[in-house]
């Protein structure tokens, strides 16, 4: 079936330092999937970080970039400078094209001072 | 514009109880997900409608879990006999195919559930 792997449970970074956040997804049948990062600040819902559509396409938001490998079949969430108020919890997610979207299962990102 | 709006925002039962959410989706919204969230977990899909059909409910517990979306806006999702393990954050989202965005979810609050 569809899945999406986040390795990373749990990532600690002190701030201003570069953070990246991987994710791998098999898919049954699709040729380029609708990537998405969703993310989780404390006490607030789930919301739509960035969508990265095509491979090669760097999606970008708040200081955030997307990346994507049709091949390896894994994508990618990179930013150069963390600060505090990045500390949440973010998630990857992909559409399988018939409007099912899966995610992966979340990945707390800590800043410290 | 009105987000995604669920209640009620907490329950808590005894296993074997009953209980219903309700979502009310962004207006003009076509495609409803319901999403069962264990602590520290991602999101899981449970059932997904466009309009008012069910477009995809097979990882719903069928036996004790239902939804429904009758007119094709809000929606219900119930659990029949709940128990411990159904312990989680319940959340809907909405989506519209206009502009072939159909894949981008707009998330409720959630409704955070505790069976004792």
């Known amino acids: 079936g569809d899945s999406v792997t986040q390795t990373e449970g749990q990532v600690t970074v002190s701030e201003s330092k570069s953070l990246i956040i991987n994710c791998t997804y098999s898919?049954?049948?699709?040729?380029?999937?609708?990537l998405f990062w969703y993310v989780r600040y404390p006490g607030e819902g789930l919301q739509l970080l960035l969508k990265?559509?095509?491979?090669?396409q760097k999606g970008s938001s708040r200081g955030f970039e997307a990346t994507y490998n049709k091949e390896a079949t894994s994508f990618h969430l990179q930013k150069a400078s963390v600060q505090e108020s990045d500390s949440a919890v973010y998630y990857c997610?992909?559409?399988?094209?018939?409007?099912?979207?899966?995610f992966g299962s979340g990945t707390r990102l800590l800043v410290s001072p | 514009e009105a987000g995604v709006t669920q209640s009620p925002r907490y329950a808590v039962l005894q296993e074997g109880q009953a209980v219903s959410f309700w979502c009310d989706p962004i207006?003009?919204?076509?495609?409803l997900y319901w999403y069962q969230q264990p602590r520290d977990q991602g999101p899981q899909l449970l059932v997904y409608?466009?309009?008012?059909?069910?477009?995809?409910n097979s990882q719903l517990p069928s036996d004790r879990f239902s939804a429904v979306r009758p007119k094709g806006t809000n929606s219900t999702l119930k659990i029949q006999s709940a128990k411990q393990g159904d312990t989680a954050t319940y959340l809907c989202?909405?989506?519209?195919?206009?502009?072939?965005?159909?894949?981008?979810?707009?998330f409720g609050s959630g409704t955070r559930l505790t069976v004792l």
């Open positions: 207006s003009g919204h076509d495609t």
């Open positions: 990265v559509i095509t491979a090669g």
């Open positions: 409608f466009r309009d008012e059909a069910v477009i995809d």
């Open positions: 898919a049954t049948s699709i040729g380029y999937p609708n």
């Open positions: 989202a909405s989506s519209s195919r206009t502009g072939g965005d159909a894949e981008t979810l707009y």
């Open positions: 997610a992909f559409g399988t094209g018939g409007y099912k979207v899966v």
